[in-house]
Every structure is written in structure tokens, then in C-alpha cells.
């Protein structure tokens, strides 16, 4: 969850509950020191339920308070996706650090702006051996 458009900042954070063995694996923890002075709760709960040995669900619940403008941002393979209550329409072009600001770039650090992003760990071994990346395609 991004916070009024602003990089989260490192803080204590506290574990709450970690449970990953079972057909439900669960994580709680929270950090309102990642936007200091900003937030008073900042907590994520993430539920991994299996229904079948192909088949998971997860619940990603995140609880915020404080700031005026909250982002959520789901990374990850395409899948069905569903929030209650709806969030807002999909962003057309650019990315939610502005219209023109690309995927994949550092724009608000220039000590990594000029640093090209590794696509994953296996795009070297995929390059030598003049393939693509079946990660990433790369």
C-alpha cells in the first residue's frame, strides 16, 4: 500500500501472527514507521488458503489510517482479481509515479536511476545460452 504517492521509509515494524504451515497460511504484521508522522496504522494481514493442490486463494487485507490518498498495487502473474469495495479505474498509461514515469525505473532515487532493473536471476544464465528467460521472458 502506497501512502499519499510517497516511498515508504524503514521503521520497527512488529510480526503479529505467522502461521505458514496448514491449508491456511497466515502473516500480520505492521509498520506505521514506514510513513512516520503520516499514519498512525499501517498493518497487513495476508491469508494463503489451498482449496486444492492447483487451486489457493489469497486475502490480502491491508489496514490503513492517516494520509488522504492510498494505492494499492497487486504484482503477479494474471489471475482473477476482486476487491470489496471496487477500486478505482485501472491506470491507462505511465505508472502511479506519473503518466510519462515507465515501468521498471528508479525516478525518485538517483543513486539507482541510472541502473537498468535485472529482470530476474535467470536472465544471465538464459543470455548465455541465447534464449529467452522462462521466468521472465527476458
Known sequence: MVVNATRQSRGPGRLHAFQPAGFAQVVDA???GAYSGTVSLYRRVAMLVEVSPTQSY??????????????????????????????????????????????ESFYDDAKF???????????????????ICSTCGA
Do not use: I, K, M, W
Request: glycine share 8%.
Open 113 to 131: 536511476a541510472a541502473r537498468p532493473l535485472a529482470r530476474c536471476r535467470t536472465t544471465a544464465t538464459a543470455a548465455a545460452a541465447s534464449s
Open 30 to 32: 505492521s509498520c506505521e
Open 58 to 103: 489469497l486475502f490480502d487485507v491491508f489496514y490503513v489510517r492517516g494520509g488522504r490518498q492510498h494505492d494499492y498495487c497487486a504484482l503477479g502473474p494474471p489471475s482473477d482479481f476482486s476487491a470489496d469495495p471496487a477500486l478505482g479505474p485501472v491506470q491507462a498509461q505511465g505508472t502511479l509515479a506519473g503518466e510519462n514515469v515507465p515501468y
